[in-house]
C-alpha cells in the first residue's frame, strides 16, 4: 500500500483561501492519477478532485471555479488550491490515488471554514 501524506491544516474565514499540499512516493506518484477527498462529521467521503499524470483534471461541482488541483512531478507533490471558501468546505481532507484502493489513506488534514 502507498501511504500519501497530507499537509495544510488550517482555519480560514469564509470566502479566505487556503492551499493543502501533499506528497506521495515516486514509485507510483508520476504513473498515478491522483485525487483529494473530504470528509465532513456524518458525511460520506467525497472526490473533491482529480488529476492525471499528464494533467487532465476533473472537479466536483460543488467546488467548481473555487479549488483548482495541481501537480509537481519532479517533487512529487500535489496541491489544492482552496478560494472563495465557505462552511459547506469544513471536512477533513485527505489526498490519495485515483481510485482510492490503489493507495492508502493517511490520517487527513482538518479544514475550518468559519463564518
Known amino acids: 500500500q502507498v501511504q500519501l501524506v497530507e499537509s495544510g491544516v488550517g482555519v480560514v474565514q469564509t470566502g479566505g483561501s487556503l492551499r493543502l499540499s501533499c506528497g506521495a512516493p515516486?514509485?507510483?506518484?508520476?504513473?498515478?492519477?491522483m485525487g483529494w477527498y473530504r470528509q465532513a462529521p456524518g458525511n460520506q467521503r467525497e472526490l473533491v478532485a482529480r488529476?492525471?499524470?499528464?494533467?487532465?483534471?476533473v472537479y466536483a461541482d460543488s467546488v467548481k471555479g473555487r479549488f483548482t488541483i495541481s501537480r509537481d512531478n519532479a517533487k512529487n507533490t500535489m496541491y489544492l488550491q482552496m478560494n472563495s471558501l465557505k462552511p459547506e468546505d469544513t471536512a477533513v481532507y485527505y489526498c490519495?490515488?485515483?481510485?482510492?484502493?490503489?493507495?492508502?489513506w493517511g490520517q487527513g488534514t482538518q479544514v475550518t471554514v468559519s463564518s
Open positions: 490519495n490515488t485515483f481510485p482510492w484502493n490503489l493507495g492508502s
Open positions: 515516486g514509485s507510483i506518484f508520476r504513473v498515478s492519477t
Open positions: 488529476i492525471s499524470s499528464r494533467g487532465s483534471t
